[in-house]
């Protein structure tokens, strides 16, 4: 556990707490989802904080966009995988697939909250800035907008309506699990994405209408 803790930027005085952070909700009632939802919190507090010092020309659309990258399970995942959560966390079933991605995020977050109830507010920023500040340096969040979002800037600037995704299969044995539709009816468009997950779908089919729309 003391690797973990140089890696995580903190030595707890109450081990007893970065054990709890490590304890998957499999093990019973005794589990960190109570950590994770308090974690989450002081991590989006942090990460505003940190964006409106660290970038102070930007607006408030941008600064949500940039948060929104800087702390979203991909690269939360990113950050267990260099503190080698997975060695560390304690379960009683497997966890696979987007399922392991949420547990490691998670696991990151009641970790964050399990510092703050150890040394309070100020150990809790000085890991969480110590870890967006390398998530900067290594370039592992995405601080470009998105095609959802930037489908929905250019609608709203001219005064239509906000596109309309649908879910229209799921496929049960492929990667690409989800195919999903992209509706602007102010254009007449209607685009197909897949992705692994819903929400990657809809940005792929937002892609399309975006290029399409630009041409």
């Known amino acids: 556990m003391n690797a973990l803790q140089v890696k995580l930027g903190h030595h707890f005085s109450d081990l007893n707490l970065l ?17 994770e939802f308090l974690g989450d919190s002081i991590l989006n507090f942090v990460a505003a904080d940190y964006i409106y010092e660290r970038f102070p020309r930007l607006e408030e659309g941008s600064m949500s966009r940039v948060r929104a990258a800087l702390i979203c399970e991909k690269t939360l995942v990113k950050v267990a995988k260099r503190l080698e959560l997975g060695l560390h966390i304690k379960r009683n079933s497997p966890v696979h697939g987007s399922g392991l991605d949420t547990m490691l995020a998670d696991a990151v977050e009641a970790l964050f909250a399990a510092g703050y109830k150890d040394a309070g507010y100020a150990a809790a920023k000085k890991m969480i800035v110590a870890h967006l500040d390398e998530i900067l340096l290594l370039r592992e969040a995405d601080l470009q907008k998105d095609p959802k979002t ?20 799921v496929f049960e044995n492929e990667q690409d699990r989800y195919e999903v539709t992209c509706s602007v009816p102010a254009h007449n468009l209607l685009m197909s994405g897949r992705g692994p997950t819903r929400k990657l779908a809809e940005r792929a089919a937002a892609e399309k209408v975006v290029k399409t729309i630009s041409r």
């Open 150 to 169: 930037t489908l929905q800037e250019l609608l709203q600037g001219k005064g239509h309506p906000l596109p309309i995704y649908s879910v229209v299969r």
């Open 19 to 35: 054990n709890l952070a490590l304890t998957h909700r499999s093990c019973g009632a005794r589990n960190n989802e109570r950590m």
